[in-house]
T-cell receptor, first 118, second 113 residues
Framework: AQTVTQSQPEMSVQEAETVTLSCTYD???????LFWYKQPPSRQMILVIR??????QNATENRFSVNFQKAAKSFSLKISDSQLGDAAMYFC???????????????FGEGTQLTVNP | ETGVTQTPRHLVMGMTNKKSLKCEQH?????MYWYKQSAKKPLELMFV???????ENNSVPSRFSPECPNSSHLFLHLHTLQPEDSALYLC????????????FGPGTRLTVL
């Protein structure tokens, strides 16, 4: 079974600075997807970024980028120019395919609470 | 975000009550999911429906009963719940075979007294 580990329960960053959130995972599969979601106080789970394992290029979405190290099974999230609105719980997730017509499963880490200080 | 909606947003129920949670997706997706988020625990997958057929039941107790009448609607029927079932219940949907990203609703905060 896949496992996802986020070793930083809490992180803080000054507004306009850069912060990196860590995530490691364990899998025997060669093709998979990884995601970062954020969950602000509203509890809405919002997609931040996704990475397909067969793509060597790291995904980027505006101020958000990942450092995907497939051999090390590491998937960190870098937030540049941090804004107050970035404050949230961030979850790393691994997608497992349940079969051709069976949907998929997301396995989540325990989350990292990010505080942005003005 | 209105792609996936959930009602009610908050629910308080006694252990002998019967209630239902509703999820609706407006994204044209073919798969829908129920997740449970308890305090200090990672999100746990409960059920998966693909093309209206249940394809995964993650050892969920029978007091939780899902229903998927069509590819846009998903229900979670609740009966004789326990206080430890109090949690945030999140619905998600995805287009399997295409973008595969799961999009979440705002959740239902359930309290069992």
């Amino acid at each position: 079974a896949q496992t996802v580990t986020q070793s930083q329960p809490e992180m803080s960053v000054q507004e306009a600075e850069t912060v990196t959130l860590s995530c490691t995972y364990d899998t025997s599969e060669s093709d998979y997807y990884l995601f970062w979601y954020k969950q602000p106080p509203s509890r809405q789970m919002i997609l931040v970024i996704r990475q397909e394992a067969y793509k060597q290029q790291n995904a980027t979405e505006n101020r958000f980028s990942v450092n995907f190290q497939k051999a090390a099974k590491s998937f960190s999230l870098k937030i540049s120019d941090s804004q107050l609105g970035d404050a949230a719980m961030y979850f790393c997730a691994y997608r497992s395919d349940l079969g051709e017509t069976s949907g998929s499963r997301l396995t989540f880490g325990e989350g990292t609470q990010l505080t942005v200080n003005p | 975000e209105t792609g996936v909606t959930q009602t009610p947003r908050h629910l308080v129920m006694g252990m002998t009550n019967k209630k239902s949670l509703k999820c609706e997706q407006h994204l044209g997706h073919n798969a829908m999911y129920w997740y449970k988020q308890s305090a200090k625990k990672p999100l746990e997958l409960m059920f998966v429906y693909n093309f209206k057929e249940q394809t995964e039941n993650n050892s969920v107790p029978s007091r939780f009963s899902p229903e998927c009448p069509n590819s846009s609607h998903l229900f979670l029927h609740l009966h004789t719940l326990q206080p430890e079932d109090s949690a945030l219940y999140l619905c998600a949907s995805s287009q399997e075979g295409a973008s595969v990203t799961q999009y979440f609703g705002p959740g239902t905060r359930l309290t069992v007294l």
